[in-house]
T-cell receptor, first 116, second 112 residues
Framework: DTGVSQDPRHKITKRGQNVTFRCDPISEHNRLYWYRQTLGQGPEFLTYFQNEAQLEKSRLLSDRFSAERPKGSFSTLEIQRTEQGDSAMYLC??????????????FGSGTRLTVV | GNSVTQMEGPVTLSEEAFLTINCTYTATGYPSLFWYVQYPGEGLQLLLKATKADDKGSNKGFEATYRKETTSFHLEKGSVQVSDSAVYFCALSNTNAGKSTFGDGTTLTVKP
């Protein structure tokens, strides 16, 4: 297994454009998470899936953000009508949750979004 | 809600010095606690974890003990190396909840 893969690594877009990021998790993991990280801050939760079901979405997340995980495999995060405040590193992570025990996240390398 | 507070950095140490990075938390119930590390130019990696009170997580010479009475999970290493230079994040997760809550990270620089 090659770990968690994210694509693209970097994205520069003009304000108002839509962008989509992809995450391929570790195949044995049943949960997939999206986080956002800005400079000097820790990762901030956006949303997560268990298999194909989206179980929680941050209340801080505007309706311009949407995430999908068709068939419980890869996931996409779309940002519509991007704003300069959306500039950040978008992190994907996967984990195994079994028997009520968390085994910690495996993170991808992230997608760095710059909105100009 | 849940929160994690880490000591502010940056922390600069000489090689072979003793390291402590403080982490305290606020959470409902009995969360699992984690330390993640981010080396320059790389993604976050799980360093160690503890799932219940008095558990000690350890990895690569780093240790942290889950102290419920002080709601703390301080990271320690007896002798740091230059290669330990990184950003360290403390995090918690309620066992059956989805999300983790992260601290803001502490940057460690180890000089030869």
């Amino acid at each position: 297994d090659t770990g968690v893969s994210q694509d693209p690594r970097h994205k520069i877009t003009k304000r108002g454009q839509n962008v989509t990021f992809r995450c391929d998790p570790i195949s044995e993991h049943n949960r997939l998470y999206w986080y956002r990280q800005t400079l000097g801050q820790g990762p901030e939760f956006l949303t997560y899936f268990q298999n194909e079901a989206q179980l929680e979405k941050s209340r801080l997340l505007s309706d311009r953000f949407s995430a999908e995980r068709p068939k419980g495999s890869f996931s996409t995060l779309e940002i519509q009508r991007t704003e300069q405040g959306d500039s950040a590193m978008y992190l994907c992570a996967s984990s195994l949750v079994a028997g009520g025990v968390r085994y910690g996240y495996t993170f991808g390398s992230g997608t760095r979004l710059t909105v100009v | 809600g849940n929160s994690v507070t880490q000591m502010e950095g940056p922390v600069t140490l000489s090689e072979e010095a003793f390291l402590t990075i403080n982490c305290t938390y606020t959470a409902t119930g009995y969360p699992s606690l984690f330390w993640y590390v981010q080396y320059p130019g790389e993604g976050l990696q799980l360093l160690l974890k503890a799932t219940k009170a008095d558990d000690k997580g350890s990895n690569k010479g780093f240790e942290a003990t889950y102290r419920k009475e002080t709601t703390s999970f301080h990271l320690e290493k007896g002798s740091v190396q230059v290669s330990d230079s990184a950003v360290y994040f403390c995090a918690l997760s309620n066992t059956n909840a989805g999300k983790s809550t992260f601290g803001d990270g502490t940057t460690l620089t180890v000089k030869p």
